[in-house]
């Protein structure tokens, strides 16, 4: 891969990274990073490890906790504010990502972070992509 097209996948990366609440699709990112939809997927995929729709979903997974945390907001209203359609997709994807629910996520306690900051926080609670969750422990 050239310098070139790295440099157009990162004006992706940052759009997506940037306007994460936005209906972002490939083909809009495509045209972003001034590539086809195929070249720009597979381009995304072997300069970053995951498919573009994997990163925007870690995007506004990362967001959604933290607005989660906060607490004050349903789950169906951090789904939409972060850019999702579909709760169901949404929850899905959250629980796959965290390992937990977004409303069991949002009922538990999050204090131990409350004195950290934010840009710490931010590394910390992370998600995990890749379907690297931690597995909920069994009866």
Known sequence: MNLEDLARLRRA???????YAQPLDVPALARVALMSSGHFSRSFRAAYGETPYG????????????????GDLPVT????AVGCTSLGSFSSRFTELVGESPSAYRARRHDEGAAI???VAKISTRPVRNGEAKPTPGP
Not at 13 to 19: K, L, N, Q, S, V
Not at 55 to 70: F, G, P, V
Not at 77 to 80: D, K, L, N, Y
């Open 55 to 70: 990163y925007l979903m870690t995007r506004r997974i990362e967001r959604a906790k933290a607005l989660l945390r906060r």
């Open 13 to 19: 990366r940052d759009a997506m990274d940037r306007d």
């Open 117 to 119: 900051p934010a840009c």
């Open 77 to 80: 209203e951090v789904c939409f």
